[in-house]
C-alpha cells in the first residue's frame, strides 16, 4: 500500500492510516492531557508521516513508526508550551480536570453498574495520568497500545530491560494508589433506581 502511496495513489494514505487513528490520538492524549491539543499533534504526526513516507523503512512496523512521530511532535509541542506559558499552575490544573460534555449522559437511562464502571474507569485514567512521565508512557504502550516490549523499546529509544523495570515499576505505582480507592469505589452502597426517577 506504501508503495502505490508513493507512486500517485494517495487517496489510500486514508486507508493506511486508519486503523491507527485512535492509538495515535490516545498517545497524543496522554502527553498533551487536553483533547484538544492532543487532536492537533495526532492531526500534524499523520501530516509528518504522509511527508516522510518515502522515508520509512519497513525494518519496524508502520504502527510503531507512527507512534514514534507521535510522541516527537507531542514532546515538541511541549517544549514550545513551556518556553511560550504564562498562566499559573493553578489555572492549569483546573484546565486538566474539566469533563468533555460529549460524554455526559441522561442518567436516568444508566444503570447502577454502568455509574461504577464509569467510577472506576475516572480512577483508573486519573491514575495513569498521574504517573511520571518515563513510566506513563511505557504503560501506555504496554498496556494500552499492546505494543511488545521490543517495540516499545524502540519507539522510546530504550533498552528492553528499561522498558520491563519501568512497566513494573508503573504497575507498582498504580496498585499502590489504586487499592484504597477501588477499595472504597466497589465498597459503596448500591443506588436503588426507583422508575419513576
Partial sequence: MIASILAG???LYHE???????????????????ESDAEDVAQEAF?????????FRAEAKFSTWLISITLNEARSRLRKQASVRMESLDELMDDSTKVSPALLRDWREIPSEAIERGEIRHLL???VAGLPEIYRRVFFLREVQEFSV?????VLQISVPSVKVRLHRARMMLQ??????LRAATS???RRWLPWS
Fill in 9 to 11: 495513489e494517495t487517496q
Fill in 176 to 181: 499502590r494508589q489504586l487499592s484504597p480507592e
Fill in 16 to 34: 493506511l492510516i486508519r486503523p491507527h487513528e485512535r492509538s495515535v490520538y490516545l498517545m497524543a492524549l496522554t502527553y498533551m492531557k487536553n
Fill in 125 to 127: 485514567q486519573q491514575a
Fill in 188 to 190: 459503596k452502597p448500591k
Fill in 47 to 55: 501530516l509528518k508521516a504522509y511527508r516522510n513516507l518515502a522515508g
Fill in 150 to 154: 521490543i517495540e516499545t523499546a524502540e
